[in-house]
């Protein structure tokens, strides 16, 4: 098994992956035994789903909360002469 291996992927040049400060650049050791596949994180594209519609809500509620807070203060009130609707 090993001998149809090595026959296999000696002939194959691999240019070097990039991954995480990581460089390889070959998919067999020195016996000719493939490598593992690198692990793949499970659910990732839900994570950053999750992640970003979270932050943008909690962002949103926060700046309502300062919005609110600077008019009731008079700190800043938006004026009728800032609307161009003509």
């Given at each position: 098994m090993l001998s149809r291996l090595k026959v296999i992927y000696s002939a194959k040049k691999?240019?070097?992956i990039?991954?995480?400060n990581i460089v390889r650049t070959?998919?067999?050791n020195k016996h000719?035994?493939?490598?593992?596949?690198p692990h793949r994180?499970?659910?990732g594209i839900l994570k950053v789903l999750v992640t970003v519609i979270s932050g943008l809500l909690v962002g949103a509620a926060i700046s309502k909360n300062i919005a609110n807070f600077?008019?009731?203060n008079d700190l800043f009130v938006p004026s009728?002469?800032?609307d161009d609707d003509d």
């Open positions: 691999i240019q070097p990039l991954n995480n070959s998919i067999s000719g035994v493939v490598y593992q596949e994180t499970s659910l600077l008019e009731e009728d002469d800032d």
